[in-house]
């Protein structure tokens, strides 16, 4: 039998309200709930008896409770994980990414703490809570069963599996080898699956790539904070005239700087190691200016302690790339800070151009593309922002 464990009187109001958390002070922790391993799947019920199904369960964190599935019969063995992924492949055909996208999007997509990137026949998958951690050989089973893919990776080495007390690894679970590419756009990317960033691969930023990269015709263009080059090669192709890449990672410059190349793209796209801030204000310095910046920094707010230093941070960036950009020409600047909400980078944003005097109208406020839906009770989880913007 799957293990039992009740809600305190009266604090069922979020569990009822169809919240996917339950957090360690709603819980009836008592020896024996206290006792389970770390990501062992449990029933949880309300003190008045009701059922809310079945949960994956850790009493060592915060949220101690993620609901899997609201049925209570429910067993979340194999078939139960080649159906529920099932359906988010199912989703991202009909969005026409599948072979290459965001394949599992956590509590959106009814696996909580489990993301999945598909680059075709490679998968990489992120396991950030014991449960998912836990249920990994099932995991690989659903998807060798769904997709039969050369090569499985796991990518465990997020940060926020520390408060799941999980270790931090990259390994291959399935296969010998990870290379990989991941095909947008027309153009195909070699990505780093072992060593990269994140998965190897920023899919949430698909449809920005493209918006930017149909105002670069003719353009120069600045691709900040630019990982394997996604922004910027996407812009040559779509015909910038002279596209530079700033990063302070030569390996991925190394990447792009190939992917540059294997395209037809290398005559027109250069690379710039350095940190990108100090780069950034050298180049106001010596006079360089662009049709184009893009901003794409690393989340600079890790917990909600951070949000100040983060605005400020968000608002230094903008002020800066503001003085980067021809008159005319186009800023774009995102943060994946999930902290930092959406009103208030926003705000960060328009005050640093305004530092920078410059006239500004905004063309457009964005977030990550379809194959990263959002939960509606975890408004949070829409990390992702971006604002376009064209700089008189």
Avoid at 60 to 82: C, E
Wanted: hydrophobic residues 45%; contains cysteine.
């Amino acid at each position: 039998m799957t293990p039992l464990l009740r809600l305190q009187p009266g604090r069922d109001r979020r569990v009822k309200s169809g919240h996917p958390w339950a957090y360690s002070n709603e819980i009836v922790m008592d020896a024996a709930a206290r006792a389970l391993p770390p990501g062992s799947a449990v029933r949880l019920e309300g003190d008045d008896g009701v059922k809310h199904g079945i949960w994956h369960f850790n009493p060592h964190s915060l949220i101690a409770a993620r609901v899997l599935d609201r049925s209570a019969t429910t067993a979340p063995d194999a078939a139960w994980f080649t159906a529920r992924i099932g359906r988010a492949l199912a989703l991202r055909e009909r969005l026409g990414v599948a072979r290459h996208c965001r394949l599992v999007h956590a509590e959106a997509d009814g696996l909580p703490g489990l993301i999945i990137d598909r680059f075709d026949d490679v998968v990489a998958i992120q396991a950030n809570t014991a449960g998912m951690e836990a249920a990994t050989p099932l995991i690989v089973e659903a998807l060798r069963s769904l997709l039969n893919p050369r090569s499985i990776l796991a990518r465990n080495d997020s940060a926020v599996r520390g408060l799941e007390g999980l270790a931090l690894e990259t390994k291959l679970l399935h296969g010998s080898e990870a290379e990989a590419r991941v095909e947008e756009g027309g153009l195909a990317f070699a990505v780093d699956l072992l060593s990269g960033q994140k998965t190897g691969w920023f899919f949430d930023q698909r449809e920005n790539r493209a918006r930017v990269a149909t105002l670069a015709q003719g353009a120069t263009m600045l691709d900040a904070f630019c990982h394997t080059g996604g922004f910027g090669l996407m812009a040559a192709k779509a015909g910038a005239r002279q596209v530079t890449l700033l990063d302070r990672s030569q390996p991925a410059l190394d990447l792009a700087l190939a992917s540059a190349a294997a395209n037809g793209l290398a005559d027109r796209v250069t690379a710039r190691r350095g940190e990108a801030l100090e780069t950034l204000e050298r180049m106001i310095g010596a006079g360089e200016r662009f049709d184009v910046v893009v901003a794409d920094p690393p989340a600079f707010a890790k917990s909600r302690k951070d949000i100040p230093a983060a605005l400020r941070a968000y608002q230094r960036l903008a002020r800066i790339c503001a003085q980067l950009v021809n008159p005319g020409g186009f800023l774009f600047i995102a943060s994946c800070s999930h902290h930092a909400a959406p009103p208030e980078f926003a705000a960060a944003v328009a005050e640093g151009v305004w530092r920078a005097r410059r006239e500004a109208r905004l063309l457009a406020s964005v977030g990550a593309g379809p194959d990263h839906p959002v939960h509606p009770m975890l408004p949070e989880s829409a990390y992702l922002k971006g604002q376009l913007l064209q700089l008189a």
